[in-house]
């Protein structure tokens, strides 16, 4: 397990992550029934999501 944690790089989103951000809580949301959304993601838009990065 050390050896994958090597590889982990976390870093701060940026306003420019944002549609990114969105679209992998789509795709998670549609792989599984254990979060409090589903396919369609987070209800929000890429620019109110970007200013929630800029907070």
Request: proline share 4%; net charge negative.
């Amino acid at each position: 397990m050390k050896d994958i944690m090597k590889d982990i790089i976390i870093q701060e989103a940026l306003p420019e992550d944002a549609e990114a951000r969105i679209a992998y809580a789509k795709q998670v949301g549609s792989e599984t029934d254990n979060l409090s959304f589903g396919k369609e993601g987070f209800p929000i838009s890429i620019e109110e999501e970007q200013e929630e990065i800029r907070l």
